[in-house]
């Protein structure tokens, strides 16, 4: 996805690893984070956002990398 290769440069000095992304229709949430299994799903509804929007998720979402409990 490129929004996770844009933004992951952010995180990877911190020792995070390439996430792998999933893309799937979710009803509640606009992206979730495993940590553990080095995940990301994202909300396919995220390709009608704006992008700062899209952006902004992705990048919550590789902070839960750093801070799982935020």
Known sequence: MPLVEKWYPAVEPY????????VRA?????GTC???????TLNAMLV???AECAEYVVLHELTHF?????
């Open 26 to 30: 979710m009803t509640t949430r606009y």
């Open 34 to 40: 495993s940590v553990g299994r080095a995940r990301i």
């Open 66 to 70: 750093l801070y799982p409990n935020h």
């Open 48 to 50: 009608q956002a704006p």
């Open 15 to 22: 020792g995070v690893v390439m996430p792998h992304v999933t």
